[in-house]
T-cell receptor, first 116, second 113 residues
Framework: EADIYQTPRYLVIGTGKKITLECSQT?????MYWYQQDPGMELHLIHY???????EKGDLSSESTVSRIRTEHFPLTLESARPSHTSQYLC???????????????FGQGTRLTVV | GDSVTQMEGPVTLSEEAFLTINCTYT??????LFWYVQYPGEGLQLLLK?????DKGSNKGFEATYRKETTSFHLEKGSVQVSDSAVYFC????????????FGGGTRLMVKP
């Protein structure tokens, strides 16, 4: 079982509010990712990190921001939530021992965000 | 760039039917290939993987063979169960672009009793 946790699982929030989605892993993985999953199921990479103090934007432009101050923690923040941010957000992590590409990514259970 | 193409769903089958979900890929270099499964309301879980040509990944009755000549990694199961109803994602990972995972669009499988 993967040791990666997301909170909250479900969140309904009003427009204009600031929110932070939490993601933590206890596996010591250096790489962490945030995906946005649309209703059609497709996954879009919105942020990733190779390690502490490293963050990059993904393929899909997002108004969210992330930080990586500790290896185990990779929170995602929306400064001002809008209905267009309503989606499922999935956090993942992976190791990269010796730069190998054979290791899989482990996913959290996701946060379903609804902005009203 | 790298890409993964999966057959579109939903795929609807009766219990004990044979399942195939097609997956083809485009990648520079020699990728590792993965199948992930997402049950309702959950995150993704690794189902199986293969790291080099002709490798066969298998788990829980599911199988997929890494076919370099056809750049494919089709998922198969001989006899599906209602509990296999989920969304299945094919993915690849290369040494390019920082070892990022590239996912297909997902295929929803519905198994009826």
């Amino acid at each position: 079982e993967a040791d990666i946790y997301q909170t909250p699982r479900y969140l309904v929030i009003g427009t204009g509010k600031k929110i932070t989605l939490e993601c933590s892993q206890t596996m010591g993985h250096d790489k962490m990712y945030w995906y946005q999953q649309d209703p059609g199921m497709e996954l879009h990479l919105i942020h990733y990190s190779y390690g502490v103090n490293s963050t990059e934007k993904g393929d899909l432009s997002s108004e969210s921001t992330v930080s990586r101050i500790r290896t185990e923690h990779f929170p995602l923040t929306l400064e001002s939530a809008r209905p267009s941010h309503t989606s499922q957000y999935l956090c993942a992590s992976s190791a990269s021992p010796g730069g190998t590409m054979n290791t899989e990514a482990f996913f959290g259970q996701g946060t379903r965000l609804t902005v009203v | 760039g790298d890409s993964v193409t999966q057959m579109e769903g939903p795929v609807t089958l009766s219990e004990e039917a044979f399942l195939t979900i097609n997956c083809t890929y485009t990648a520079t270099g020699y990728p590792s290939l993965f199948w992930y499964v997402q049950y309702p309301g959950e995150g993704l879980q690794l189902l199986l993987k293969a790291t080099k040509a002709d490798d066969k990944g298998s788990n829980k009755g599911f199988e997929a063979t890494y076919r370099k000549e056809t750049t494919s990694f089709h998922l198969e199961k001989g006899s599906v169960q209602v509990s296999d109803s989920a969304v299945y994602f094919c993915a690849l990972r290369t040494n390019n672009a920082g070892n990022m995972l590239t996912f297909g669009g997902g295929t929803r499988l519905m198994v009826k009793p």
